[in-house]
């Protein structure tokens, strides 16, 4: 078991790019949680993933973001056209049973 | 949707002191989670407990449903407890639930 991880960990992009972040839940976990943390605050839930089923999706998941789980495993988050608003850490868990999420690292992301 | 306080917001103490951290949620739970997040980002599980108490080397945590309340506590604090503390709960109370989180607690624990 090694844990969710995220890449790339930072990433620095110009206004108006298309950015895309990967997380590896641990093996087996069939939840996978996307949240974004701004500085100085506390994280804010976006989406979820039962295996490859998009369960819910936040209000703050405008159109320009899509997040896939396409074999039930890995996810990804994209991001299109980015703002300066965007910049923020993208965080993902994921929980198995019992209901402990367990966190990533995280993804910087930084847009100039 | 649940709603989360916490308090204190920062909180400064010297090492050796008992410290308590309060958390408040509006919705009936499933379980709450009590996270802690060093600089740089990491957030690591500490406790999820839906009753009662749970004890993890100093780390104590208490939650009373019926007044939607819990207590993080640090017994014996020392400078590498220093993080921010962050209690969450389900977005509307049940155990699939993405979770909406407090603003956490900055703790600094002086030497």
């Known amino acids: 078991d090694t844990g969710v991880s995220q890449n790339p960990r930072h990433k620095i992009t110009k206004r108006g790019q298309n950015v895309t972040f990967r997380c590896d839940p641990i093996s087996e976990h069939n939840r996978l949680y996307w949240y974004r943390q701004t500085l100085g605050q506390g994280p804010e839930f976006l989406t979820y993933f039962q295996n490859e089923a998009q369960l819910e999706k936040s209000r703050l998941l405008s159109d320009r973001f899509s997040a896939e789980r396409p074999k039930g495993s890995f996810s990804t988050l994209e991001i299109q056209r980015t703002e300066q608003g965007d910049s923020a850490m993208y965080l993902c868990a994921s929980q198995g049973s019992p209901d402990t999420q367990y966190f990533g690292p995280g993804t910087r992301l930084t847009v100039l | 949707k649940n709603e989360v306080e916490q308090s204190p917001q920062n909180l400064t103490a010297q090492e050796g002191e008992f410290i308590t951290i309060n958390c408040s949620y509006s919705?009936?739970?499933?379980?709450l989670h009590w996270l802690q997040q060093h600089p740089g980002g990491g957030i690591v599980s500490l406790f999820m407990l839906s009753s009662g108490k749970k004890k993890h080397g100093r780390l104590i945590a208490t939650i009373n449903i019926q007044e939607k309340h819990s207590s993080l506590h640090i017994t014996a604090s020392h400078p590498r407890d220093s993080a921010v503390y962050i209690c969450a709960v389900p977005l509307t109370g049940g155990g699939a639930d993405g979770l909406t989180f407090g603003k956490g607690t900055h703790l600094i624990i002086q030497p």
């Open positions: 919705v009936g739970i499933s379980a």
